[in-house]
């Protein structure tokens, strides 16, 4: 059978939506006419398509031997690669068809291949070509902040109010862009996670101070941990935010708007509670071994309460679990889980605690917020606010403990495990923490 006819018999397979048939069908062409270049391009497709991606990297390597001057091929190749964690393949890919196209496609692509990758200044360089997609100032942002470079950060930070998740369409009031805030009747609402409004709260006091009159909306698991909370004139529901204010603003934006140039290091503690008694000798450590299950990266925060042993095994501490959906499975750990309502709750656990070892959660946000040790756990590619090194200006008495390895937790207990035995030790004997 001729190369065009099983090439046309493949069109009318994918015109009727049989995937698998065109794909046989042009493989067909190109044992006919190995240098068929449609019937070369649209078998990747199909493949990629087909989910069988192994074949599909082959059609497309195959395609920039026969065509080394068409980008289709190295293009293609590159995304495929990127699906199979192949990624310095797939950024070689990338680049050397951006040396004969100028698709602002490959470009974002790239620069989420180089982000994955760790090289996170060929990723901002990459990311920059197309810095007017709200995607893209969104991915910058977190690069910028995990610099450090607050100004250009928190500005592009702002691209995440564009984004359809934002839900920023629901508002009615609104929004102040910023200046002077004296005189204003300010929404100020939370956004993301518990944790996010907890990590900004540090900014809200200065509105007040500035001469606004302050409305905070939160989670209304925040709302009895923050009554009180300084230079609030009115706290309300998220899940109900009525309220007579003239203007709003998302927690997040706080930075950007009043501007700030650091975390304001200076002002940690800004949450305060009365610690709640617990029972035990030694020294308390709380554990958090997972982040909430409905975030996207909950796996990769998913320390596993079996690895927690080398932790169980230092002699004078004594383990209490804050984590509220895992039962701990060695009865030396004491659950705190049920006394735990909300987030008043959690605060007076932590507050009775000598130390806290968390993963990435609010609860970890909380421990910072009221000034307690923290160490904390973290995957190899975290989020933007925990910067590269071993400590944070977010919470300056917290320690940072980063996996060599992606997906490598037992390397990092193991070091959490070895200080644990230091610090209880120095607790022990008297010298202080």
Known sequence: MSADRTFHQGLQHAAAGRTTEAAACWAETLAADPAHVQARFNRLL??????????????????????????????????????????????????????????RSLWWILGLVERDRGDWAAAEAALLHVEDEVEARFELAQLALRDGRWGQGWAWWESRLLRPQAGEGRWTIPEWSGGDPAGLDLLVYGEQGAGDTLQMLRYVPDLAARGATVRLAVHDS?????????????????????????????????????????????SVPYLRVRPTTLPGPGLKVGVVWAGAAAFADAGRRHVGRRLLAPLLAVPGIRLYSLQLDEKPDDPAIVD??????????????????????????????????????????????????????????????????????????????????????????????????
């Open 46 to 103: 199909a493949l990629t398509r087909l989910e069988r991606l192994d074949e599909a990297e082959a059609e497309a390597r195959a395609g920039e031997a026969h065509h080394p001057g068409n980008p289709q091929f190295p293009a293609q190749r590159g995304r495929i690669l990127a699906r199979l964690g192949r990624l310095d393949e797939a950024a070689a890919c990338l680049r050397r068809a951006l040396t004969m196209t100028d698709d």
């Open 222 to 266: 925040l709302l009895r941990l923050l009554a009180g909370f300084p230079g609030i004139a009115q706290l309300l529901p998220l899940s109900r935010p009525v309220c007579p204010a003239t203007r709003r603003v998302s927690i997040m934006s706080l930075p950007h708007r009043l501007p700030a140039d650091d975390p304001r290091p200076d």
């Open 336 to 433: 705190l889980a049920p006394r735990i309502h909300d987030w008043a709750d959690t605060a007076g656990l932590l507050a009775g605690l000598d130390l806290l070892v968390s993963v990435d959660t609010g609860t970890a946000h909380l421990a910072g917020a009221l000034g307690l040790p923290l160490w904390l756990l973290l995957h190899r590619d975290c989020d933007w606010r925990w910067g590269h090194g071993p400590a944070t200006q977010w919470y300056p008495q917290a320690r940072l403990y980063r996996q060599r390895d992606p997906g490598d937790w037992q390397d990092v207990i193991g070091r959490v495990a070895a200080d644990l035995s230091l610090r209880a030790a120095s607790a022990g004997s008297g010298r202080g923490p």
